[in-house]
């Protein structure tokens, strides 16, 4: 499931920045700063439990949640959530094997509900493990795995972490497998509540016990022959703090419940994970939700607004934690569907490219049955499902991240995949200068949406978008290398004021940066040398633990505020890219925090000529 509660509430909105947290009735890298684009993560995330092919790519599939969870009409007849029925997984699986099995979704994941009634009433056998209810799934969820395997397809299941309150029984109810063991010795003496919505008891594995009712449920599943396990409301994470709400070692259970098993399973754990934590996430298993829900719980099955256009601020933190054996999951892509998507044919395509560009699971919460011509463009692209696969780092901004923005990474072949996005409510021209990427001169340009090559572009590439509108591009230069000065932020030739200081860094140029650039603080680069007069395409190395402005200004004019996606961590380094007019000769250039934060400051590149 999701970022939702499945005890009856109602629904609710807290809107933080752009960021909203719902709670809804439900059950819910340090990189090199030579270049902007490693070949590779030094950071790879430990192989769980399994064999060494779980997500090794990131999965692809469908996921029931997003049409159980919506309002749109006649989607949920029977009451909230009611479309989760064993008829209704049978007939998506049977649509997925017949469309879209080929382009590589293969995964059908059953999400929240399948334990309960249409009341929402949980069920457990004799053993304190959840079992399906005989209305939705009248043949068992075994059954239901055999017809999804029978079509060539992997099954998914979904549980929430800690012990479930109807599970506990008095404390009397016995563990499988685990003779003298009950709920009582696996959970803590004062019954303390776990997870995003505090439905459950947290267990206490300072007890042998507990790992053995972890094993108990892994093992059900085992039987039952399911691949995937989507483990929700996990934190520290899912808007909730505190020592009762860190589950790391409910991960960590299951993934050693899951290599006991023998069978591979793939372990996603959700939802809107603390990144603080991401080595546990990677350690423990194959994927992590970085985010709130992508559902809008309204009459379509999302908005752009809520909460869609959230991830174009919360991805870049998360790009070097991701790669082969656990991947950013950026939650479900519904742009198949037309109205009942809620979005427009540009935020359609802006979303699928987003999901491409960031390698996150490609699963889609759209009735398969009922997918539109765009739809079907968008799901089946073989160019831009390939970005989504192929072996090339997940792309980061590369300019400062307002309304429109320029996204990229570079490949294996030496090309360039770059995105253009339009995030404004308006029209409006987005530009990729080939001197962001590193290089000068001619490149040849394909259109990964059109299928068409574009033939050579000189130094940069302009596309007029619509309102929230996006271009897909393989860029393979064809020019040279860029040629280079850089200026470190703590050269002694420089001006810092007010708070502004010198500070160590390891993941810096010349081990150091300028920090504390808040209320009024300044660096003033001196003293940087260019030929010719022009507007230059100015590499800015960076380091801030959350996406901060600065206004950057050159010589004597009008500074422009400039806000840096976060770099994950205050001990990353990153790199974004700025339009600045220089002049032949010396020129100045200032970062100035205003009366905010500022991110900290290692370096700058500047070209050697326009």
Known sequence: MRSSSYTVLPAAAVRSGRRSIRTVVALAFTASVATAFPAAHADTPAEPAGAATIAAKPYMGWSSWSMQSSKYPGLNPDGDYSYLTEKNVLKQTDALASKLKKYGYDHVNIDAGWWMDKSWKTQFDQYGRQTPDPVRFPHGMKSVADHIHSKGLKAGIYLPVGLEKGAYGDGKTPIWNAPGCTTADIVYSDLRTTNGWDNAYKIDFGNACAQKYIDSQAQLFADWGYDFLKLDGVGPGSFKTGDNYNNVADVAAWNKAIASTGRPIHLEVSWSLDIGHAADWKKYSNGW?????????????????????????????????????????????????????????????????????????????????????YGVSLLTNKEVIAVDQNASPVARPVTSVGDQQVWATKNADGSYTVALFNLGDSPASVTAHWASLGFTGKASVRDLWNKSSLGTHKNKITAALPAHGSRLFTIKPGGSALATTSYEAEAAANTLSGNASVAGCDACSGGKKVGNLYTGGKVRFNDVTVKKDGIYTVKVAYVSGDARSVTVSSNSGNGTSQKLPSTGDWSTVETVSVQLALKAGTNTITFDSGSGYAPDIDRIVVPKSV
């Open 289 to 373: 939700r970085i985010d709130t829900d992508v559902e809008c719980y309204c009459n379509t099955l999302v908005s752009w607004e809520n909460s869609v256009n959230d991830r174009w601020d919360d991805a870049p933190a998360w790009s070097r934690k991701a790669g082969p054996g656990g991947w950013n999951d950026l939650d479900a892509i519904d742009v198949g569907n037309g109205e009942m998507d809620g979005l427009t044919k540009a935020e359609r395509q802006s979303y699928m490219t987003l999901w491409a560009i960031n390698k996150s699971p490609l699963f889609t919460g759209d009735d398969l049955t009922k997918l539109d011509s």
